[in-house]
């Protein structure tokens, strides 16, 4: 099969959409398929199969909110964009941004199966807006706008959950042709003996693996920690990187008595880590699947999710005390301190969530990813 993938967004693996992108990359050229990649990222200029469109210029307002969020966006080349499609079996868009409308009008025209992921909420945009990520009307028009650019021209869509195609067909007030098909954790996510450091031998550990941006809320979770009976003890880690880096540092510096180890890891770094941590919690308001958090499950980590109803993580939970109200630090504070105060509870529900993480198995996923896409090819020829 030969499939084109386009990659509007790609850059560096900080983000979900790119780390799904890289692994459905990675494993189609694995199965044997002929895979073309068309994205904006200048340093894979030359790779063989990627096709590098040039990159536009959103105006100084816009170009600031991006650079700050690590994000290059491709600006449309028709050129460029059918030497990649041409002869595809199978077009496949990552995300329903700028390029996509005129991308999937010319991948139409040449008679080629459409599909595309969908990997980011509304409130994935209108977050960076300043009073917008709680604004109905402006999460809806951002729905009709990502079903304009693509959606409603696509044969197939992959939705990574249940929670976000169900979303997303109510905004839009009909069904598509969707397949729900978890992104998947690669498989060196797993219980391994993981010593604690030395300095964090007496503290009870707490992981949140996201990007420092708003909608993940580390400020919630912060002040949970500010308020919990065992302050002095909680030594909090935070996986990732975003515009929100600065102010996430300055508030642990001020209020927390260990403030928070921050830091971008390589995969083995961060298998580590989830291993020697005590609990996971994932505080997020915003939220399509977080791997992250299927992450730290698949390494025996219980985790504390919000119960949020724009969050499809809260799914993951398998009891009561493993949610907390979204944005109630009090909440989250007892959920915490109940758990530093039941080890055994905790003991056991690890090995319930070890039990339900093989579900998410990447491998599995991707198989599933193939055969969505090979459906729509044999429709094309049927």
């Known amino acids: ?94 995300v329903p941004l700028f390029i996509a409308r005129r991308a999937t009008k010319l991948a139409a025209s040449l008679g080629k199966p459409i599909t595309a992921g969908f990997h980011a909420q509304a409130e994935n945009l209108t977050a960076h807006i300043v009073g917008l990520m709680g604004n109905h009307l402006a999460n809806h028009l951002t729905y009709e706008w990502y079903d304009k ?19 997303f067909e109510k905004e839009v007030h009909r069904k598509t042709n969707g397949y729900v098909i978890s992104n998947g954790v690669c498989k060196d996510f797993k219980p391994l003996p993981s010593e604690k450091p030395e300095q964090y031998k007496d503290k009870f550990c707490i992981l949140f693996t996201g990007r420092l941006s708003k909608e993940k809320s580390h400020i919630v979770l912060m002040k949970a920690v500010r308020k919990s009976k065992y302050a002095d003890r909680i030594q909090l880690f935070f996986a990732g990187n975003g515009p929100l880096l600065e102010r996430i540092k300055a508030y642990g510096e001020k209020h927390l008595k260990n403030p928070p180890v921050i830091g971008f890891y390589s995969r083995e770094e ?18 399509i699947e977080a791997i992250a958090c299927l992450e730290a499950i698949s390494c025996g980590l219980v985790p504390v999710i919000a119960n949020s ?22 909440d989250l504070a007892k959920k915490i301190d109940y758990f530093i105060e039941h080890p055994e509870e905790k003991a056991a529900l690890r090995e319930r969530y070890l039990s339900e993480s093989v579900t998410f198995d990447q491998e599995h996923c991707m198989d599933m990813m193939e055969q969505m ?10």
Not at 270 to 287: R, S
Not at 309 to 330: G, M, Q, Y
Not at 373 to 382: P, R, V, W
């Open 1 to 94: 099969m030969k499939v084109t993938i386009v990659c509007e967004v790609l850059g560096k693996a900080n983000n979900g959409t790119t780390v799904a992108a890289l692994n459905l990359i990675r494993s189609l050229k694995e199965k044997g398929h002929d895979v073309k990649v068309i994205c904006p990222d200048a340093d894979r200029e030359g790779l063989e199969g990627y096709y590098i469109l040039p990159v536009t210029n959103m105006g100084s307002f816009i170009n600031d909110i991006l650079e700050k969020n690590h994000v290059t966006l491709a600006k449309y080349d028709e050129k460029i964009i059918y030497d990649a499609i041409k002869d595809a079996d199978v077009v496949h868009f990552m």
């Open 373 to 382: 896409l090979l459906e729509q090819t044999k429709k094309k020829d049927a």
């Open 270 to 287: 961060l298998v580590k880590i989830i291993n020697f941590c005590d609990l996971y919690c994932h505080p997020a308001e915003i939220e």
């Open 309 to 330: 109803p724009r969050c499809a993580t809260k799914a993951f939970a398998l009891d009561e005390k493993c949610l907390f109200n979204v944005n109630d630090s009090d």
């Open 149 to 167: 650019n693509l959606f409603c021209r696509a044969n197939a869509i992959h939705y990574p959950t249940q929670f976000i195609r169900d979303v």
